[in-house]
C-alpha cells in the first residue's frame, strides 16, 4: 500500500460460512483486488503476525483463515488439546490490519461423506512424514480446500514448517493453482527457540531445555563455516548436543538436500538441517538452511 492510498483501517470481517467466504473472495476478485491469505491454526504468535504483515504490505486484501484441521492429526496427537483461543486471535489479527478471518467448522469442511484427498507422493515421505504419516495428506487437503475457498493470489508460510512450505509448493505446481507460495522466515524468541503455538505446552523446565535446538543448529551452521562438509559429522553432532538434554527425545535429525529433502553425503549448496525433538508433552521443529559455498 502506497503512502499516497493510505489504508482506511475498517473492523475485521469474521465468516464462518464456506459459501459467504466464497463468494465475497469471487466479488474481490471480480472488483480486481489482490487478495493474500494466511493459512493458520490459530493461536497466534509472533510468527503468525510476521506473515500477517507481510501479507498486509503486499495485498491489497488479507484474508487469515483459522481452522484446527482435524485431517492432520494422527488419532494419538494433540488434536483435543491443540491451544486455542479465539477471541484474543480476533483481536491480534485485527490490529494487524487483517480485513477477513476465516473460520470454518470442521462439520462444514468435512461434512459426512467427506473421501476426497489430495496427496504429494514423495516429498512427504522423510521428515516429519516419517514419524507422522498421513500428516501432509491432511495438510494438502485444507490447504487445496483453503485455497479453493479463499481465492488467492498470494499465500503466505512460515519456513519453520521447512516440509511443509516444499510440500504446499509442489501441490500448486503439480495441480496448476495459480497462486504463489511466499516461504517467511523464522521467527524466534530472543533467546533463539522458535516461534510455535506448541510451545504453550512447556514447562518452565522443559522450555529451557528447548533451547538446545537452536543451539544445536547454530552449532551446526558454525561447523560448516569452520570447513566441515561430512553430513554424518555434522548430524551426529547435532544429535549429540540435543541427547546431552535429558529432557529432550530426539524424533529424527536429519542433513538433506534442501530442495528434494533427500539425504545428503556431503554438505554443499543449499543443504537442510531439519530436526523435530519432543520435550514433555511438546513435539517441536526446526530446521537451518546451509549454503557452504557462500
Ligand atoms: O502450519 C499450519 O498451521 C497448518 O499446517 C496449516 C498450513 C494452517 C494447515 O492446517
Known amino acids: 500500500m502506497s503512502p499516497m492510498n493510505p489504508r482506511i483501517p475498517c473492523p475485521m470481517n469474521i465468516i464462518t460460512d464456506i459459501a459467504a467466504m466464497q463468494q465475497t473472495a ?11 491469505v494466511v493459512p493458520t491454526m490459530g493461536y497466534f504468535h509472533e510468527g503468525h503476525l510476521s506473515l500477517m504483515r507481510r501479507a498486509r504490505a ?8 483459522l481452522f484446527v484441521n482435524p485431517a492432520q492429526f494422527a488419532p494419538h496427537e494433540d488434536f483435543a488439546s491443540y491451544p486455542r483461543d479465539f477471541e484474543r486471535d480476533c483481536q491480534l489479527a485485527e490490529a494487524e490490519g487483517v480485513d477477513i478471518l476465516f473460520a470454518p467448522t470442521a462439520e462444514a469442511m468435512y461434512p459426512d461423506g467427506y473421501e476426497t484427498f489430495v496427496t ?9 512424514g516419517a514419524s507422522r504419516p498421513g ?7 485444507v490447504v487445496a480446500k483453503l485455497f479453493n475457498i479463499t481465492q488467492p493470489h498470494r499465500a503466505y508460510f512460515g519456513l519453520k514448517d521447512y516440509q511443509q512450505c516444499k510440500v504446499i509448493q509442489k501441490m500448486v505446481r503439480d495441480l496448476n493453482f495459480d497462486i504463489t ?10 533467546d533463539g527457540l522458535a516461534m510455535s503455538s506448541r510451545n504453550a505446552y512447556l514447562s518452565p523446565a522443559e522450555r529451557q531445555a528447548a533451547l538446545a535446538l537452536h543451539r544445536a543448529l547454530r552449532h551446526a551452521e558454525q561447523m560448516v563455516k569452520a570447513g566441515e562438509r561430512d553430513a554424518r ?51 517441536l521443529i526446526d530446521n537451518t538452511v546451509i549454503d557452504a559455498v557462500r
Not at 135 to 141: P, Q
Open 120 to 128: 504429494v507422493e514423495n516429498l512427504t515421505q522423510p521428515l516429519c
Open 26 to 36: 469471487s466479488r474481490l476478485r471480480r472488483e480486481g483486488k489482490t487478495i493474500g
Open 181 to 190: 507460495i511466499v516461504p517467511c522466515p523464522i521467527v524466534r524468541e530472543p
Open 58 to 65: 503486499e495485498c491489497e486484501v488479507v484474508i487469515v483463515t
Open 233 to 283: 559429522v555434522v548430524r551426529d553432532a547435532v544429535q549429540a548436543m540435543i541427547a546431552a538434554e535429558p529432557l529432550a527425545w530426539i524424533d529424527y535429525v536429519e542433513v538433506v538436500d534442501a530442495e528434494t529433502l533427500q539425504p545428503v553425503e556431503q554438505i554443499q549448496q543449499n543443504t537442510l538441517v531439519a530436526l523435530a525433538v519432543k520435550i514433555g508433552r511438546a513435539r
Open 135 to 141: 500428516h501432509f495428506r491432511g495438510v494438502t487437503t
